[in-house]
């Protein structure tokens, strides 16, 4: 499956990794889930240069940025298959770091809030790795209820 975004998403993504990459090396000790949290709540560390928080408006504002202009596609997509996404992803306010591939399939431009993620790699493996082992699960359960 290909994902085709507007020429300015494609160097708004490049801009927040470079960005993101650039804030990872000014400040060391800083965490995604710092990040995250400050964020979406506002919430500040003591002894955390305004100049970080600074660095993560900018990468937030080029994320929404681009969201907002890969929106009407979202939304068209998202009718067609006959969802109704929330206003969080759709305002790109949801730092949600991806979806299931099976909505990639129906909606394919939600894939910019992988491309433009405030989680770790290791972070999106585990997770990706908890929904295998419970989709597995639910399977399992399914099968040994049908053979009741």
Known sequence: MTFDFEVSTINAIKQ???LLAEIK???PNMTMPMAREYLKRGTKVNGVSEELYADLDRLSQIRTTAIMTEKKYIIAQAQKAHIKLPEEIV????????FEDAAYELVP????FEYMTFYSPEEIAGMREKI???DEQENTDKNTDSER
């Open 132 to 134: 295998q082992i419970n």
């Open 109 to 112: 431009t939600l894939k910019i």
């Open 16 to 18: 927040f990794r470079d």
């Open 25 to 27: 090396k000014k400040h």
């Open 91 to 98: 305002s790109g306010k949801s730092l949600i770091p991806f």
